[in-house]
């Protein structure tokens, strides 16, 4: 099965960047044959899109909130997808999940998504 790992979180100040990195293993195809998103969990809040990529052609979504800001990537000969968060404000703090779906969904809603890493806290504060 498909194991996700996430890291790079942490507490930062507004205007600060991080960079998130899922390591994937387990994988029965190229990482390219998934489609990969970010998906972010405040508390009260329903789980929701921060940015995916398609596996059919690549193309990417990105929620309205981070247009600008962040940028999703992968590294196909080391299986890690990333996150970079630039200029990141206190409406960005939240859980942090990588997520990975084998059919090439381009929905990106976690419904649409059925493995998942563990998260990782992302605290925005100054």
């Known amino acids: 099965q498909v194991q996700l790992v996430e890291s790079g979180g942490g507490l930062v100040q507004p205007g600060a960047s991080l960079r998130l990195s899922c390591a994937a293993s387990g994988l029965t195809l190229d990482l390219n044959y998934y489609a990969i998103g970010w998906f972010r969990q405040a508390p009260g809040k329903e789980r929701e899109g921060v940015s995916c990529m398609s596996a059919s052609d690549g193309s990417t979504n990105y929620a309205e909130s981070v247009k600008g800001r962040f940028t999703i990537s992968r590294d196909y000969a080391k299986n890690t997808v990333y996150l970079q968060m630039n200029s990141l404000k206190p409406e960005d703090p939240g859980v942090y999940f990588c997520?990975?779906?084998?059919?090439?969904?381009?929905?990106?809603?976690?419904?649409?998504?059925?493995?998942w890493g563990q998260g990782t806290q992302v605290t925005v504060s100054s």
């Open positions: 997520a990975a779906e084998t059919y090439g969904t381009n929905w990106c809603s976690p419904r649409a998504y059925d493995s």
